[in-house]
């Protein structure tokens, strides 16, 4: 890397980037990318659909950083208007600084809308990582310091991206997910075969109840994806949106849009009974990792949950090769069904001093706390005793 001069720009729109040059830093591996959450495709949907931009508090500013006109380094970057979609909680920090009687919002968000998945956000070109992170993070300060914002915070980042993030002078934050990891298994049996036997045969309990619910489950992927599979879909998605949400996320035509350009990325798994799809999950497919990433159903069935959303994604992930499964945000229910407590990892950078160093020592004692329950919720996880000795 020479000295020459980095220019840094933010775009409100997508379509100003030219895909080759955002690809080559989001997914520049052949095949499929580690992280489809990142590609050109799945961002491009967001926008599109209208998921993001004008009126739902996700105003793009993507980054991009040139030298010599060239694309070294491109980031997801939004400006909020709340802290909604995050799955990393910063409503007490908006709230202490507004009580203060300064303005929270709008910040800037580093992050994949909606997707509390961890990948790569600074993401540049091989060779670039070093200079393309740095002018990254120095274009979104420099944006937030121009424009008088309160706040930048770059969420599921990678450790490495957190360690390189804290030596720049950004805050770090760990926070806790639930995955599956593939120890080699050569089939559902195998990964039983490694639990405890109570928790053994509670699973295989649950799944004969989820399958005995008088119908089929459909696994698809690809072109196997139709449109009448989304109409259906979307009346889960709706549902649970409502419930968790308040109002869902992404629009209808998101999934329309995912139809087209996102369906080989997907695995869509659907319960149909006496004709009518009735449950369904939806599944990103990454290289090594299956995201977990939506539910919902418009009938309940005992453990229909649990099959279609952990046990289906294992026999996946096993199937396929996959070294992992990520279950999504929360539920400590997803213990006793074979994912383990892994820490997520998030960077904060604040215009006021004082603020950064309050929200600096509360970090410091929330990390000892994560770190200790992490550490006390994987001796109760349900595998056998050396198997659980082996992973702490």
Known sequence: ???????????????????VDWDACACPEDGRPYDPFTT????????????????????????????????????????KGHSQGEYIFDHNWAHAFENAGGRYYPKLQLAVPFTPATGRRFLTRPGFEVVG?????????????????????????TEAEAI???EMGLLPRIGQQFHWENDGYADFDGFLGSLASRKRKNIRKERAQANSFGGDILMLTGDAIQPEHWDAFWQFYQDTGNRKWGTPYLTRGFFDIAQETLRYDMLLSLAVRDGQYVAGALNFIGRETLYGRYWGCIEHHACLHFELCYYRAIDYAIEHGLARVEAGAQGEHK????????????????????????????????RDAVDNEIEILTSYGPFKRENREEQQ
């Open 164 to 166: 390189a993030g804290e």
């Open 133 to 157: 992170m740095s002018a990254i993070v120095q274009g979104a300060i420099q944006i937030a310091a121009d424009n008088q914002l309160s706040s930048v915070h770059v969420t599921f980042c």
């Open 335 to 366: 213990l006793a069904r074979g994912y383990l407590p892994v820490a997520t990892h998030s960077l904060h950078w604040f215009s006021d001093a004082g603020f950064r160093d309050a929200v600096g020592n509360y970090l410091e004692a929330e």
């Open 1 to 19: 890397m020479t000295d020459d001069a980095i220019e840094i720009n933010a775009h409100p729109d997508l379509s100003t980037i030219a895909q």
């Open 40 to 79: 050109y495709r799945f961002i491009k949907a967001l926008e599109d659909s209208g998921s993001v931009g004008s009126g739902t508090g996700w105003q793009p500013r993507y980054l991009t950083a040139k030298v010599n006109g060239q694309v070294i380094a491109v980031a997801p970057l939004y400006a």
